[in-house]
């Protein structure tokens, strides 16, 4: 069974980057689709990002597409989420999650996913 953990959160400025890693344990994320979700008090967790198992489709949240990647480093068994140009309202906590697929189907719905970090606090002040 695959464990998750996040890390690279912090307190920042507004307009500078960040990034967050997502170490994977247990296993290889070889065959598993990968996302990062992130939830704002107040609101439900929403999709930031995900990538299929070879990475071949990827998807972006429209608040963040231009500013944010996601990738993954197979070697370091770590998946990463380049962030950029961080605004106020990107503050929230930020998980990772992965789910095992046989298809390049990345899952933008957070019940897709199967497993997932304890996630990582990001605060962007103004």
């Known amino acids: 069974q695959v464990q998750l953990v996040e890390s690279g959160g912090g307190l920042v400025q507004a307009g500078v980057s960040l990034t967050l890693s997502c170490a994977a344990s247990?296993?290889?994320?070889?065959?598993?689709?990968t996302g990062w979700f992130r939830q704002a008090p107040g609101k439900e967790r929403e999709v930031v990002a995900a990538?299929?198992?070879?990475?071949?489709?990827?998807h972006y949240a429209d608040s963040v597409r231009g500013r944010f990647t996601i990738s993954r480093d197979s070697a370091k068994n770590t998946v990463f989420l380049q962030m950029s140009a961080l605004k106020p309202e990107d503050t929230a906590v930020y998980y990772c999650a992965a789910r095992r697929t046989v298809t390049e189907w990345a899952p933008v719905d957070s019940q897709q996913y199967e497993y997932w970090g304890p996630g990582t606090q990001v605060t962007v002040s103004s």
């Open positions: 247990g296993g290889t994320l070889s065959g598993y689709s």
């Open positions: 990538t299929s198992r070879n990475d071949l489709n990827t």
